[in-house]
């Protein structure tokens, strides 16, 4: 069972507008939220999180917004830019599961100069 | 560099021999991951240590799968009698114990491909 969704396996985006990358969940124990990055032949690198208590989190360019009541939560990039092109991953946790994270497929974000 | 370190970086081997992956956690960090990630898939949960005890193993790792992580350090992740189906990027990442806001730091993977 899949419990954390990304659809979309793939996003263009021009240079400058925004990105918008989305992700589903289905358990409702899940209580912390990240976005991970990754360049081909790297390991994923943390962007930015989010806890279940709060709706929006946001670092510099990027922010991350939660629905509890959808189960749903996306990450905007704005501007985008070319070297934002990489895969970006969803995952999930629970607090009483050690910090083992539970990753969606990825989604691959293009950004065009 | 103080990051997560995974050696070797790549590994091809031939079925049915045994290989062994090591990780080294980032010095402060108390826990430590195993994933497998496949072509076209997000990393998926192997197991996880806290200190030297390790705590989960996911029903993905088979019999053949063995992690230990002595005195709590470097960690090692083997493989017996490999198979194809084995063939997949593998992930080490480390994390503090805490409560919400803990994310955990990957390494470069070690890219396994059996022939």
């Known amino acids: 069972d899949q419990q954390v969704k990304q659809n979309s396996p793939s996003l263009s985006v021009q240079e400058g507008r925004i990105s918008i990358l989305n992700c589903d969940y289905t358990?409702?124990?899940?209580?912390?939220f990240l976005w991970y990055k990754k360049y081909p032949a790297e390991g994923p690198t943390f962007l930015i999180s989010i806890s279940s208590i709060k709706d929006k989190n946001e670092d510099g360019r990027f922010t991350v917004f939660l629905n509890k009541s959808a189960k749903h939560l996306s990450l905007h990039i704005v501007p985008s830019q070319p070297g934002d092109s990489a895969v970006y991953f969803c995952?999930?946790?629970?607090?009483?599961?050690?910090?083992?994270?539970?990753f969606g497929q990825g989604t691959e974000l293009s950004v065009k100069p | 560099d103080t990051g997560v370190s995974q050696d070797p970086r790549h590994k091809i081997t031939k079925r049915g021999q045994n290989v062994t992956f090591r990780c080294d956690p980032i010095s402060e960090h108390n826990r430590l991951y195993w994933y497998r990630q496949t072509l076209g898939q997000g990393p998926e949960f192997l197991t996880y240590?806290?200190?030297?005890?390790?705590?989960?193993k996911s029903r993905l790792l088979s019999d053949r799968f063995s992690a230990e992580r002595p005195k709590g350090s470097f960690s090692t992740l083997e493989i017996q009698r490999t198979e194809q189906g084995d063939s997949a990027m593998y992930l080490c990442?480390?994390?503090?114990?805490?409560?919400?806001?803990?994310?955990?730091?990957f390494g470069q993977g070690t890219r396994l491909t059996v022939v």
């Open positions: 240590f806290q200190n030297e005890a390790q705590l989960e």
């Open positions: 990442a480390s994390s503090l114990t805490g409560g919400i806001g803990t994310e955990a730091f």
């Open positions: 995952a999930a946790s629970a607090l009483d599961q050690g910090g083992k994270l539970i």
């Open positions: 358990n409702s124990m899940f209580d912390y």
